[in-house]
């Protein structure tokens, strides 16, 4: 167990008890708790893990966009904003609101494929710096490709498989290549 574990059992996230994904998170994010200023989660649920990243992210402000009006909130840190991953202007208006310096982006929304690659391709591009951008709950590998096809070669991509036993335990991660 490590501290990203813990929190999100603290919190009831299932990025730990169902997709195993805290363990993945920690090692890529460890280096980066105290350096990380800006996150941005695609779909709020009940704002479990949008306590864990604020918890361990010390620094950072936790933005999220959420479809559905019952769950925009804001506390401390945490501002969750409007906004329907699968329609443009709402995503141009989410990142207006925010700025485009974020550090890192979870796509934890709709989980349907094609708001996923939409949502990543509409963002990813106008991201400035350094940034990893991850969808979660990816059910179709071929995602990857069509990620590939629409952003092209200026990124680097990555699946990752948590538990095998079931098909939506995959994450994609996206990064701009180092020019």
């Given at each position: 167990m490590n501290?990203?574990?813990?929190?999100?059992?603290?919190?009831?996230?299932?990025?730990?008890?169902?997709?195993?994904?805290?363990?993945?998170?920690?090692?890529?994010?460890?280096d980066k708790q105290d350096?990380?200023?800006?996150?941005?989660?695609?779909?709020?649920?009940?704002?479990?893990?949008?306590r864990m990243w604020r918890d361990f992210f010390p620094n950072a402000m936790i933005y999220c966009g959420?479809?559905?009006?019952?769950?925009?909130?804001?506390?401390?840190?945490?501002?969750?904003?409007?906004?329907?991953q699968s329609k443009s202007d709402d995503v141009q208006l989410l990142l207006n609101k925010i700025g485009t310096d974020i550090d890192f982006v979870v796509d934890d929304g709709s989980h349907i494929p094609g708001d996923q690659v939409f949502?990543?391709?509409?963002?990813?591009?106008?991201?400035?710096?350094?940034?990893?951008?991850?969808?979660?709950?990816?059910?179709?590998e071929e995602i990857l490709d069509m990620l590939k096809e629409k952003l092209g070669s200026d990124y680097d991509y990555?699946?990752?498989?948590?538990?095998?036993?079931?098909?939506?335990n995959r994450l994609i991660i996206v990064r701009r290549k180092n020019v």
């Amino acid at each position: 167990m490590n501290d990203l574990d813990n929190l999100a059992i603290k919190y009831g996230t299932d990025k730990f008890s169902k997709h195993r994904y805290t363990a993945f998170y920690y090692e890529l994010l460890k280096d980066k708790q105290d350096s990380f200023k800006k996150i941005l989660e695609i779909g709020a649920g009940e704002g479990q893990s949008l306590r864990m990243w604020r918890d361990f992210f010390p620094n950072a402000m936790i933005y999220c966009g959420e479809i559905e009006d019952g769950r925009i909130f804001e506390d401390g840190r945490i501002k969750v904003i409007k906004c329907d991953q699968s329609k443009s202007d709402d995503v141009q208006l989410l990142l207006n609101k925010i700025g485009t310096d974020i550090d890192f982006v979870v796509d934890d929304g709709s989980h349907i494929p094609g708001d996923q690659v939409f949502t990543c391709c509409e963002i990813a591009p106008k991201l400035v710096g350094d940034f990893i951008y991850i969808i979660e709950d990816v059910s179709k590998e071929e995602i990857l490709d069509m990620l590939k096809e629409k952003l092209g070669s200026d990124y680097d991509y990555q699946m990752v498989v948590t538990r095998r036993w079931t098909s939506d335990n995959r994450l994609i991660i996206v990064r701009r290549k180092n020019v």
